[in-house]
């Protein structure tokens, strides 16, 4: 007797809704200054300018790792203007995110790249919620449940534009928030505690 073959292929509305009944938690990492040691000059942030000077801040990739296990997404959302303004080549940017992601267990790397300034528009320059927008569309993820971590007000504002719950990580720059975060935290392990396990647990 011949067997009755089931459908393989799903149909596109079945794939749409699972995908909106099973929507997963993100945490949304800031980079430089949250994840790696951003370079200070006159109590102000700047990118690393080369792979040397990309390095992981202590805590990170354990705390990366307890998020995980949490069961968070795990999505870096940065803004690198300098490629946008001609001052920093894409490829350094590139080749940096490899290695943060060869060494932390990071499920997507959102950029934008685009200069500020006034000299472009985008929807993806932090404060704008773009990024995290786009990848809770592609990955599934429901921003209520998600959160998003910096050290700077444009991801804090960033975070409250995308209907996530935010956390500071407080670095003393010398520069004021706009927004009141949620949270503050002083690095990344502290704002996984916070994250896991309620604030009156830091
Ligand atoms: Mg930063
Ligand atoms: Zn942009």
């Known amino acids: 007797m011949r067997r009755l073959k089931l459908p393989v292929n799903q149909n596109s509305q079945s794939l ?25 000059r006159e109590s102000k942030p700047y990118p690393p300018r080369s792979l040397d000077e990309f390095e992981i801040l202590p805590g990170v990739a354990a705390a990366c790792e307890k998020l995980k296990r949490g069961g968070y997404l795990l999505v870096v959302a940065t803004n690198q203007p300098d490629v946008g303004r001609g001052t920093m080549a894409k490829e350094l940017v590139e080749t940096i995110h490899a290695e943060m992601c060869r060494q932390l267990p990071i499920d997507r790397v959102e950029v934008c790249f685009h200069p500020g300034q006034g000299k472009s528009a985008c929807d993806c320059r932090k404060p704008k919620p773009g990024m995290l927008l786009r990848a809770a569309r592609e990955l599934g993820i429901d921003l209520k449940e998600s959160w998003m971590v910096g050290d700077r007000w444009r991801d804090v504002d960033c975070g409250h534009a995308a209907g996530c719950r935010t956390i500071f990580i407080d670095r003393g720059y010398a520069e004021e928030l706009r927004q009141k975060p949620h949270f503050s935290a002083g690095n990344l392990a502290k704002a996984a505690d916070i994250i896991l396990h309620g604030p009156q647990n830091r």
Do not use: C, M, P, Y
Request: proline content about 0%.
């Open 16 to 40: 749409v809704t699972s995908a909106a009944t099973k929507l997963r938690r993100a945490v949304f990492l800031d980079r430089d200054g949250v994840i790696n040691r951003a370079l200070e």
